[in-house]
């Protein structure tokens, strides 16, 4: 184990850690979340299954969003066609995370009602036989806007990662992930391209690297899991026999984005018609975000005031 290790540090809840395989071109991070997820989680209520599939995946986007050098927003989104039809997780570059699961009532009484399922069966009943993963980039500078799109695959949601990185990124891949209703955890290990064309480094040394990079995920599966352990002692138990160099933690919290800024934005978009239309039959329009459940109502004189601003934008005269 690398010199390079602490282990004397207790763990720290709420971060993203990078790691690497020194000297070689294999990289890796791990994620703890305890309050970002439980403050997340309290605007909504969803059965153990949901919990810990929605837990996942906010620790997916974490790690997604960990791989990545930008400033935005990444969406990591599943839609299936099983119980839980779409699946949204959220995470800016400085690691704000918020998420929200839609579920079909119907099915979910009859999933939480029946006999306990784990495993492959549990996931597919979630999420069904067909469906499709989205991760969507969207970068602040220049509005620069990035998605990829591949079918829903595998036995777990970190097996449908690893295929999203194969498929959409080329990027060898793997992934654990778990979540209850206390905790959410994560690591991924990942082979990085070119190095082997430039003539950086053995190829030999990188093809066992990343098998003992491969090793050191499976073994980590098999034991006592990610959550509620440092870091320090992962890492020393998954891969005992590789030089690694761990950075410092970046601090993961929950926030949500909307404002009334932005809500009223979407009304503007919907039209005039169409807002006094509901203003009319409801005496207010509201908007709910799906996220946080946080209301916004608009008045009459709020809806005029939206409506209002906009016509005179397109009176003014703008020189350039």
Partial sequence: MSAHMNTSAAISPDQVRRFIFENQPVRGHWVHLESAWRELRAHATYPPPVIELLGQAVVASVLLAATLKFRGTLTFQLQGNGVVSLLVAQCSHDFRVRAVARCDETALAALTGGTAQRGAALFRRLVGDSGLVMVTIEAEEK?????????????????????YFASSEQLPTRVLLTADEEHGAGMLVQKLPGAEEEGTFDSGAIEEAWL????????LGKSRGLRGHRIE???ARGFPDQDLRLFRGTPVRF??????????????????????????????????????????????????????????????????
Avoid: K, W
């Fill in 143 to 163: 509005s620069l806007r990035y998605q990829g799109v591949v079918p829903l695959s595998g036995a777990s949601l970190a097996e449908s990662l690893e295929a």
């Fill in 212 to 219: 003992g990079a491969q090793r050191g995920i499976a073994r």
């Fill in 233 to 235: 002692e992962l890492l």
């Fill in 255 to 320: 926030e949500c984005r909307c404002s009334e800024g932005r809500v009223a934005g979407l009304l503007r978009a919907l039209g005039a018609e169409e807002v006094r239309d509901v203003l009319r039959e409801q005496g207010a329009v509201t908007v709910t975000c799906e996220f946080c459940h946080h209301p916004y109502r608009f008045d009459s004189v709020d809806v005029e005031a939206l409506f209002a601003d906009v016509s005179d934008a397109g009176d003014s005269t703008s020189i350039h």
